[in-house]
């Protein structure tokens, strides 16, 4: 018995750090997607349900390009890569060719770090150009066929990757290489911890962003375009600006995840992941607001977490399969908040200028009109009654 306990303990504790590790990096995941929703929608009202596009965009730049790039780079140092050039090679020598490049990065920290960053940034910049597609049909459509075009967007992502081997490997995927693999400790805890910190960068920029002149216009436009318009601003050109910037940061979540699972594959990437829970965490939350996002986001992730968790004693008193009651409640639960909480559980806070006093513009004492003293000066003369008795016999 003291044989089994001594192993039950470090198997337990091994479980509870995989979960700590997991929460943390879906949570920072969902963070980055979260905020780059609510800076289209919840500041400048674009209603963008194309969100797994750009995540699949940042995934596929690092199944197609970055591995092709590490395969060439282990071609160079003569390490023994097998073909790739054909999509059989492609799929079946992957594997053999990422655990070589892993030992061989494991031993070079440089080369990983500067291949992670550089994925990074091919990441957004993918995003970023998909960002100026999807704004194409943004400009001309209103919001309800402009969701359903970003919808048929997404699924034509996913479409595409499924069958263009070369992209991500098909249906069977492909595998990527470590580029964390120089980091001696666990490589999810890393990646958790990146994950993390690039939120937190993202929300900075993004509060900096909405608190500046441009944030500002953001608003305005949610609020009445056509004001906008009329006095000088190019309401197109704003938007899409704000669907370029989003989309790329949307797409740094697909690289992430692309690390995090070292495979790559179309269902990573699915809309009802990386769309719809988005959304969810959105409404719930509160739009317009980051600490709300943030809320709504943990909410969520806390609430998916204990039902994978404790789906063997919620499976007891349901007579259907556990993921079902997983989004009835969710959806349940956004019900419930549009009806008693519509704002969100964080309403959006009133927008306040700095440097501008707003008690002494409101204590501050403005003089007359002339036109209003004039029009006062003349009902006191009596003119507008006599004209006005002269207008009633007329019309007697």
């Known amino acids: 018995m003291m044989g089994i306990a001594s192993l039950i303990g470090p198997a337990v504790e091994a479980i509870s750090q995989r979960i700590i590790i997991d929460i943390a990096m879906f949570f920072g995941l969902f963070v980055i997607v979260a905020m780059a929703l609510n800076f289209q929608y919840g500041n400048a009202g674009v209603p963008n349900f194309g969100c797994a596009v750009s995540a699949s965009i940042g995934g596929y730049m690092v199944s197609a390009i970055v591995t092709r790039l590490i395969f060439w780079i282990g071609l160079q140092a003569q390490l023994g890569i097998l073909p790739w050039a054909s999509n059989y090679d492609w799929n079946y020598n992957n594997m053999i060719n990422t655990y070589m490049m892993n030992d061989y990065i494991a031993t070079r920290p440089m080369l990983g770090i500067s291949l992670f960053l550089f994925s990074l940034a091919l990441g957004f910049v993918a995003g970023w150009a998909m960002g100026f597609v999807i704004s194409l049909p943004a400009i001309r459509l209103r919001a309800t066929y402009l969701i359903i075009t970003l919808i048929t967007m997404a699924d034509a992502a996913q479409i595409l990757g499924r069958n263009i081997i070369w992209i991500s490997g098909g249906t069977l995927g492909m595998f990527v290489p470590n580029v964390l693999g120089w980091y001696p400790g666990d490589r999810t805890i890393l990646t958790a911890v990146i994950t993390l910190i690039i939120g937190i960068v993202c929300y900075f920029v993004m509060r900096t962003m909405l608190n500046s002149p441009y944030g500002r216009l953001m608003r305005a436009v949610r609020e009445n375009d056509i004001?906008?318009?009329?006095?000088?601003?190019?309401?197109?050109?704003?938007?899409?600006?704000?669907?370029?910037?989003?989309?790329?940061?949307?797409?740094?979540?697909?690289?992430?995840?692309?690390?995090?699972?070292?495979?790559?594959?179309?269902?990573?990437y699915v809309r009802a992941t990386w769309t719809y829970w988005p959304w969810l965490m959105l409404m719930i939350g509160?739009?317009?607001?980051?600490?709300?996002?943030?809320?709504?986001?943990?909410?969520?992730?806390?609430?998916?977490?204990?039902?994978?968790?404790?789906?063997?004693?919620?499976?007891?008193?349901?007579?259907?399969?556990?993921?079902?009651?997983?989004?009835?409640?969710?959806?349940?639960?956004?019900?419930?908040?549009?009806?008693?909480?519509?704002?969100?559980?964080?309403?959006?806070?009133?927008?306040?200028?700095?440097?501008?006093?707003?008690?002494?513009?409101?204590?501050?004492?403005?003089?007359?009109?002339?036109?209003?003293?004039?029009?006062?000066?003349?009902?006191?003369?009596?003119?507008?009654?006599?004209?006005?008795?002269?207008?009633?016999?007329?019309?007697?």
């Open 286 to 396: 509160g739009p317009g607001n980051n600490a709300g996002t943030f809320i709504g986001t943990a909410l969520i992730i806390a609430m998916r977490r204990l039902i994978i968790i404790y789906k063997w004693n919620l499976a007891s008193f349901i007579w259907y399969p556990i993921t079902l009651f997983e989004s009835q409640l969710l959806g349940a639960l956004l019900l419930v908040v549009l009806i008693f909480r519509p704002n969100g559980l964080i309403p959006e806070k009133l927008l306040r200028i700095p440097g501008i006093n707003y008690k002494r513009l409101v204590q501050e004492e403005t003089k007359v009109d002339w036109q209003v003293e004039r029009i006062q000066k003349v009902k006191k003369s009596g003119l507008f009654s006599r004209f006005g008795s002269r207008r009633t016999e007329e019309k007697v």
């Open 227 to 268: 004001t906008v318009n009329s006095v000088g601003k190019d309401v197109a050109i704003i938007r899409r600006n704000v669907l370029m910037f989003a989309s790329g940061v949307t797409a740094v979540l697909g690289v992430l995840i692309a690390y995090y699972y070292s495979f790559v594959i179309e269902t990573n």
